[in-house]
């Protein structure tokens, strides 16, 4: 499904907002892919589990710094809607009822950048912290 055409975009903002601007972004249900397009060429495609723990709500990163909220269990969210907010940013509903997350279009962009960084650094601190991707398993840390 396409979400936002090309000539969605209004030719305004900084040079950096237009060249972090999609030029094309298109939601794959079966996949729970976001493909997100860019105007070099360059081509994302971001799971909707990575978009959902990376959300940038204060539900997954709290009201300050060192208070991020561990998101588990989502390794089969997709994503159920998505909205334009004004000219800068995207809103999708996920399917699991999160939907206050606003990712303006810089945030999108370092989150295609930095895929494999910020996955790694979630497997990393699910594992810390005794966390899963599955919905149907709890993981128990004994201190023994």
């Not at 249900?29 to 493909?35: A, F, G, K, P």
């Not at 959902?52 to 989502?74: D, F, M, N, W």
């Not at 279009?105 to 494999?116: D, F």
Request: one cysteine or more; charged letters at 25%; aromatic letters at 10%.
């Amino acid at each position: 499904m396409t979400i936002c055409p090309a000539s969605f975009y209004k030719a305004r903002g900084s040079a950096v907002e237009t060249e972090q601007r999609p030029t094309a972004i298109q939601l794959h249900t079966r996949s729970r892919e976001l493909e997100l397009e860019y105007a070099g060429g360059e081509r994302y495609r971001l799971p909707c589990e990575y978009l959902r723990v990376y959300s940038p709500s204060a539900e997954v990163l709290g009201h300050g710094p060192g208070q991020e909220v561990l998101q588990t269990g989502k390794m089969h969210v997709g994503i159920k809607s998505i909205k334009a907010v004004g000219n800068y940013a995207l809103q999708p509903a996920f399917d699991d009822g999160h939907d206050t997350g606003i990712y303006s279009w810089g945030y999108l962009y370092k989150l295609c950048t930095e895929r494999e960084q910020r996955w790694q650094d979630y497997l990393d601190r699910l594992s810390r912290e005794g966390g899963s991707r599955d919905p149907d398993v709890q993981v128990v840390k004994l201190d023994l």
